[in-house]
Nanobody, 124 residues
């Protein structure tokens, strides 16, 4: 059975940093491109970044470019989202997912496996 488990969400002040983790079991994560998605309160879930299987290619939404970094450690079957200079609008639930592909222009959903999400709250 496939599981993706996110962790690392917390209450953080504006301008602060967080590192989210996504640990996979039941599959070899290195066979999949990975995406991180953000669902703000009352809004739809949006893709914000992705990374290819080989780590050669990443894509970032304009809202997070220059502040967030996606990474993966295939040996640990884990993906990361490093969040710097967070803003109140970054508040929400963050999900990782396996996706069909990631290019410099964006990602293709495919038929992803999803984690359960981790809550990030940015507030003074």
């Amino acid at each position: 059975q496939v599981h993706l488990v996110e962790s690392g969400g917390d209450l953080v002040q504006p301008g602060g940093s967080l590192r989210l983790s996504c640990v996979a079991s039941g599959l070899a994560l290195d066979a999949y491109a990975i995406g991180w998605f953000h669902q703000a309160p009352g809004k739809e879930r949006d893709g914000i970044t992705c990374i290819s299987t080989s780590e050669e290619t990443t894509w970032y939404a304009t809202s997070v470019k220059g502040r967030f970094t996606i990474a993966r450690d295939n040996a640990k079957n884990t993906a990361y989202l490093i969040m710097n200079k967070v803003k109140p609008e970054d508040t929400g639930v963050y999900y990782c997912a396996t996706i069909a592909s990631c290019s410099q222009f964006g990602y293709l959903h495919g038929n992803p496996y999803w984690g359960q999400g981790t809550q990030v709250t940015v507030s003074p």
